[in-house]
């Protein structure tokens, strides 16, 4: 069993659409669950960030995370085409390291 | 605020020939990380430096790739030979905080 799996994608939207992005781990040892998002031909930038279950609010955007079930995820409100990229979700474990899911590309169409 | 520098952009090489790529992180920022990102996937560490110091490279293929972080500042991973599995882009990122990274725009390698 790999130790993250996102849904793959691509995901194609209207704009204005909620979006569901999301990602299964294995390892109870992360302790931060985050989710980055990545323009094409740039590096990853920190979108959200919580250690906790529940949710977090930030604008149009919403990180849930479910521990028990080992599952996290983002949605978009209101989804814009400058929404469109990769998001990864990503773990930290102890001494720093971030651990990436494969990313999911999403795409918002005017 | 200045942000991670990268360079060369892009680098195009033949297999079994060498290549460096440089870092210079946000200043202030203790810990630099290299991450390798090939197409459709995610970033995979590949070090992790605090300060001047190695605190996981478990995942480098110390065969034949190399990493320095000379005075705690700035870094050079090279590849040396290079091989056609090694065309991704690598990516350094840096921090001040656990967890929250800011990443360069990366080098994209092609190994012909």
Known sequence: QKEVEQDPGPLSVPEGAIVSLNCTYSNSAFQYFMWYRQYSRKGPELLMYTYSSGNKEDGRFTAQVDKSSKYISLFIRDSQPSDSATYLCAFLVEGGKLIFGQGTELSVKP | ?112
């Open chain 2, 1 to 112: 605020e200045a942000g991670v520098a990268q360079s060369p952009r892009y680098k195009i090489i033949e297999k079994r020939q060498s290549v460096a790529f440089w870092c210079n992180p946000i200043s202030g920022h203790a810990t630099l990380y290299w991450y390798q990102q090939i197409l459709g996937q995610g970033p995979k560490l590949l070090i992790q430096f605090q300060n001047n110091g190695v605190v996981d490279d478990s995942q480098l293929p110390k065969d034949r790739f190399s990493a320095e972080r000379l005075k705690g500042v700035d870094s050079t991973l090279k590849i040396q030979p290079a091989k056609l599995e090694d065309s991704a882009v690598y990516l350094c990122a840096s921090s001040l905080n656990v967890g929250k990274l800011f990443f360069g725009s990366g080098t994209q390698l092609s190994v012909l």
